[in-house]
């Protein structure tokens, strides 16, 4: 793949998911429309003398007069938070210490815990095990998909919100969790014990379906989608599928890098996407002719696919190497990074708009399908997808 040096060595975000922190804070200072000593000049007057007269006024009120508890750390991460929620963009964000850590996750699709997913009912509070990674912490303790969550080393934790769980069973690696889950319609009562190790995020899924077709499922754009991706296509590729169908619905996007490098795999040789900052200046993202995907092949999209997913979508669009099958997409058309703060904090900012290889913005307006398919629920097919259907008879109509 061959890819312009440039400014941008950090990720493209989707709606929901963010997926890179840069490490170095001065990096963001090209970005600010002067030399660093204008704007060191310019960051001393947001918090001038009559900004700090004001904070000290409102902090006097609140210790003479206001009756809560106050946390002053809160208070002073407020401030941080305001002050990016103030310039009014959506994907702009602060992220205090423990945000941070949180977003390190995402960023590297690893997390120290048990390789098990929850979910919490709203109304009655249970969290349910709904799905156990293969040979993972939990599948060795003997964790199975539907147990409902008892207690976590010893303690009750019916009354805790879904974070709250996760935060207790997570933890260093080489620990050991206790779990007591209730399990059967009888809810008999299991106590285990798994030891805490690295665990990698499912990203993609695959299968085989009738007629030789294959399906990818791709949940975000991760730095580990790539080479779980890679190696999913391959295997399809090798049980003989004839066709694919690649299932982005729902997915909120990722890292730019990521979604780049596996178009790569996709695409003829030629531009997969170009990305335009504040001042103009253009990035430029390629694809060699080393790979190309050549059979027939069909993009899932919906309302929720966003970011990166309309990149890969709109690429396959524009190329005419495949068919877009389902709703209007999200239209987020631009760019963030994200920029360590040197504390344990960091934020994120919108940077630059991106364009598909026909130069197409669709920031706002998200990717139109070539088939309009709207998903109709069948109460009597509960796992019947018209959508998957409408994908799998283009394909075949190809074969």
């Known amino acids: 793949m061959k890819q312009n040096k440039g400014f941008i060595k950090g990720a493209l975000f989707g709606a929901l998911t963010v997926l890179l922190v840069m490490g170095i804070l001065s990096c963001g200072m090209q970005f600010a429309g002067g030399t660093e000593g204008e704007n060191q000049s310019k960051n001393r007057e947001v918090i001038g003398k009559s900004e700090e007269t004001k904070i000290t006024l409102l902090k006097t009120l609140i210790d ?27 994907y702009s964000a602060y992220y205090d210490e423990e945000e941070t850590k949180e977003l390190n996750e995402a960023i590297t699709g690893e997390f120290c815990g048990i390789g098990a997913l929850m979910s919490q009912d709203k109304s009655t509070g249970l969290i349910t095990i709904v799905q156990v990674y293969e040979n993972s912490p939990a599948s060795e303790a003997g964790l199975k998909e539907k147990d409902i969550l008892y207690k976590v080393d010893g303690k009750d934790i019916l009354d805790k919100n879904l974070n709250e769980v996760v935060n207790k069973v997570r933890g260093e690696e080489g620990t050991t969790v206790e779990l007591t889950v209730l399990r059967g319609e009888d809810g008999k009562e299991i106590t285990l014990t798994a030891t805490r190790r690295v665990i990698q995020t499912h ?106 997913s309309e990149i890969y979508a709109g690429a396959i669009q524009d190329y005419g190497i495949g068919q877009i099958v389902g709703t209007q997409t999200y239209g987020k058309g631009v760019v963030q990074q994200v920029y360590d703060l040197k504390d344990g904090s960091c934020v994120k900012l919108t940077i630059a708009e991106y364009l598909t290889p026909k130069g197409r913005s669709i920031d706002g307006e998200g990717i139109t399908p070539d088939e309009e398919v709207e998903y109709e629920w069948d109460e009597n097919r509960p796992d019947y997808d018209n959508q998957l259907e409408k994908a799998l008879e283009i394909i075949k109509s190809q074969l």
């Open 203 to 308: 990203t993609v899924e695959s299968r085989v379906l009738e007629g030789n077709i294959g399906v990818l499922g791709v949940s975000e754009f991760g730095t580990v989608t790539k080479d779980q991706y890679i190696t999913a296509l391959e295997e399809l590729e090798n049980q003989g599928i004839q066709g694919l169908v690649v299932d982005l619905r729902g997915n909120p996007g990722g890292s730019l890098d990521v979604v780049v490098d596996i178009l790569d795999e996709m695409l003829p040789e030629g531009m997969i996407v170009s990305v335009k900052d504040k001042n103009g200046k253009v990035e430029e993202y390629t694809s060699d002719d080393e790979h190309q995907f050549r059979k027939p092949l069909v993009v899932l999209v919906d309302g929720n696919s966003a970011s990166a």
């Open 64 to 90: 003479h007069y206001y009756r809560g508890d106050v946390d002053e750390e809160a208070l002073q991460e407020g401030l941080y938070k305001g002050y990016i929620e103030a310039l009014g963009d959506p």
